[in-house]
């Protein structure tokens, strides 16, 4: 290259070939070009000679750069291009197509806007590209100013123009107008129809993208694997799965060529249907099809296989035949892990994705260490969650909203209210406290740490709440106590025209409960099921069943256990049990007793329970006969944990260890505690109940 380069501007001169030769030349030079590097030294002789003068080879060198992604290079170009040459549309058409093709569809627009005011008309290759800037844009008023162009200049007929402005009206949500445009169309070739399929589909309506493709069977066009495939997505974006499958089956029986990205669409319909045998079939047709050429496909058997943690050797599989594997790839099969809850799994392909040198097109984003992060909050690993988002942060990747609704999640658990607060602040920095998923992050993370005022406040910010923001607002209140105000934010929730869910019941029942408020808890239990026409579940019979045990209705209780139209599971046993241990009825322990041993549950709490309850009524065989029958179960109980942070310094309290620094303070105090409480009749036994007495022991350090 470098001898041509050198061949042709000692051997060639003005004297020999005129300038439009010339021009021919460096054109052809421009186009072998296969280097960033060769293009800096074809653009350094052309200014040198003064070529670039000419509009025709600075469009071209514009050309050049935007084919090496080197957007500030063409940019210069355009800028150092003399004024006189700026009369060829061609120059103005290639430095917007590559802002437009490197997503700088604001730029794109303002060249736009430049062009129109030297004086210069757009042509056939502009319109196409300023309304794909809008589209991008998402403005109504310049999607509306560019038609007016389109029509002003006489493009209404132009095909290719007009199927711009339709797939730009569907880009922004406004299929009446996309409608009005094509309706309007004198010509309309296939791709203006699947425009139109697709436009439906984008916006998640399958009605209309079935009725525009009937239409044009109607007219005499025959859908190709374009249209077929945008009808696919449609439905399968509206969770229209079982109907997704059979438009599939029925492009297999018409003999409709199959598009890669069809058999993508169908392949993540298996995986949110938790079908993995139907997607079994379908790989079996992608081998038969010659589709694993397709890296997308591959990516997308990972996913529907990693649904299913029986399969995921099959997704790994997958992912170890891949020779050219993308970030992509190694996404999925890090999410397959992580929604297995094998979160050690997930972190180590994470920490191969690390070590991998492919460059920073294979570091881990901001996917990859979502993924690992909620991986390990959802399986309980909370320290090993925050400890990840840190290290996040150090290696500069830029959190998404996901990323930042899982941590808090985290801080909500921990009731980490400090590092919450510091998450909101990164929220508010990075223009994404507007997020819902955020927000309701954020009311969850400030009611769980009993900070009332600042998840209202959050709550209040919220322009479109949804039904998770009521809940956890009425969640927050109602775990501290606060069943009052759980109750009035149902009521205003209800008045807001906002339909409750089973969740909503459990929180505000719980809140009843939690309250003493019996009265008022039956009442909503009564709604439910009369005014909200909501079935019960095995969950709102346990709160219904707490809720009367601990007001002492034991006989009440226990006769919602023996009504309920489902089987009771071990909380609807265990809420009855713990009323029994609270007010000391050892008859109705007795007829629960076998149902307890019965259970099948992995869930220790209830086994525990009785056991203790044995223990405090001197009956030690009963006691450990229960233990006993625990063991042999395989059951483990979990010693439980409590941790305070003072002063910046994180105290953990495990039941049943008897070790600390600081134990004699601690248990100096507690007797103090004991003596002023028994001072004034309050019933110290329920607090120092099942071993709880390092729980309470979080209250010295507060102290200090």
């Given amino acids: 290259m470098k001898n041509l380069l050198s061949l042709t501007y000692t051997k060639l001169t003005p004297s020999i070939f005129n ?73 103005w058409n290639s430095i917007i197509r590559a802002n437009v093709s490197h997503g700088y569809y604001q730029y794109a627009f303002q060249l736009y806007v430049k062009m129109r005011k030297f004086g210069f008309l757009p042509d056939g290759f502009t319109f196409p590209l300023i309304i ?48 009005n445009v094509f309706d309007g169309m004198v010509v309309r070739n296939v791709l203006s129809w699947n425009t139109m399929v697709s436009s439906y589909a984008f916006n998640f309506d399958s009605v209309g993208a079935i009725r525009i493709f009937k239409r044009m069977e109607l007219e005499g066009l025959k859908p ?72 997308f496909v591959k990516n997308t058997l990972i996913g529907t296989y990693g649904k299913k943690r029986e399969h995921l050797c099959d997704a790994h599989k997958i992912f170890s035949d891949i020779k050219n594997k993308n970030l992509v790839s190694w996404n999925a099969l890090i999410s397959s892990y992580a929604e297995s809850g094998l ?20 570091r881990p984003n901001v996917i990859s260490w979502s993924a690992v992060i909620s991986g390990f909050a959802s399986k309980g690993c909370f320290e090993q969650s925050l400890e990840l988002f840190r290290r996040m942060q150090l290696a500069k990747v830029m959190a998404n909203c996901v990323t930042i609704s899982s941590v808090l999640s985290v801080c909500s658990e921990l009731a980490a209210l400090n590092s919450g607060r510091e998450l909101h602040a990164y929220a508010i920095r990075n223009l994404m406290d507007a997020n819902i998923l955020v927000g309701n992050g954020l009311i969850n ?52 025209g906002m339909r409750p869910d089973n969740i909503t019941f459990v929180a505000v029942l719980s809140a009843c409960s939690h309250a003493g408020l019996v009265a008022a808890g039956c009442n909503i239990f009564d709604r439910m099921v009369t005014e909200f026409k909501i079935e019960p579940n095995v969950e709102h019979y346990a709160c219904m069943v707490d809720l009367l045990g601990r007001a002492g209705l034991l006989q009440e209780a226990s006769d919602i256990v023996r009504n309920m139209p489902i089987e009771p599971n071990e909380c609807v046993w265990g809420a009855l049990l713990n009323s029994c241990r609270m007010y000391r009825n050892t008859d109705v322990v007795e007829e629960l007793a076998s149902q307890i041993l019965g259970l099948k549950s992995e869930i220790t709490g209830s086994f525990m329970l009785l056991s203790n309850i044995y223990s405090a009524n001197g009956r030690w065989e009963d006691s450990a006969r229960v233990r006993v029958s625990a063991k042999n179960k395989g059951f483990k ?39 002023q409480m028994a001072s004034v009749n309050y019933n110290i036994n329920s607090c120092f109940d099942q071993q709880c007495i390092y729980d309470q022991s979080e209250l010295l350090l507060v102290a200090n």
């Fill in 445 to 496: 993370m400030y009611m769980k740490c009993g900070v009332f005022k600042e998840g209202h406040l959050v709550f209040d910010n919220i322009k479109n709440r949804d039904i998770i923001s009521w809940n956890s607002l009425i969640g927050g209140y109602g775990m501290h106590g606060l069943g009052e105000n759980a109750l009035r934010t149902f009521d205003q929730m209800i008045k807001s």
């Fill in 19 to 91: 300038n439009h030769l010339l021009d021919f030349f460096d054109y052809l030079l421009l186009q072998r070009c296969f280097t960033l590097q060769q293009t800096h030294q074809i653009h350094t002789q052309l200014i040198l000679t003064t070529a670039h003068h000419s509009s025709f080879l600075s469009a071209r060198l514009i050309a050049t750069y935007d084919r090496f992604s080197s957007i500030s290079a063409a940019r210069k170009v355009f800028a150092t291009t003399p004024v006189e040459s700026l009369q060829n549309i061609l120059l």
């Fill in 637 to 675: 109980k979990i010693p439980g944990q409590s941790w305070i942070e003072v002063r910046k310094k994180v105290y953990t309290f495990t039941a049943g260890n008897v070790v600390h620094l600081e134990q004699g303070e601690i248990y100096a105090i507690l007797d103090e505690l004991a003596l």
């Fill in 132 to 179: 794909k800037s809008c589209s991008c844009i998402e403005d109504i008023s310049l999607c509306k100013i560019v038609h007016c162009h389109v029509l002003q200049l006489g493009f209404r007929n132009n095909l290719h123009v007009v199927n711009e402005l339709v797939g730009m009206y569907g880009k922004v949500r406004r299929m009446e107008d996309a409608c």
């Fill in 224 to 295: 190709n694997y374009v249209t077929w495939t945008s009808l696919l997505s449609s439905h399968a974006r509206c969770g229209l799965y079982d109907e997704t499958m059979e438009f599939f089956k029925l492009t297999r029986t018409r003999g409709i060529e199959i598009s890669a990205e069809a058999i993508a669409v169908v392949l993540s319909v298996c995986a949110d249907m938790d079908r993995v045998q139907w997607g079994k079939e379908i790989h079996g047709y992608v081998i038969k099809g010659g589709y694993e050429d397709y890296l």
């Fill in 343 to 362: 979160c050690d799994e997930a972190y180590e392909v994470f920490l191969q994705l690390e070590k991998s040198n492919g460059g920073s097109s294979r």
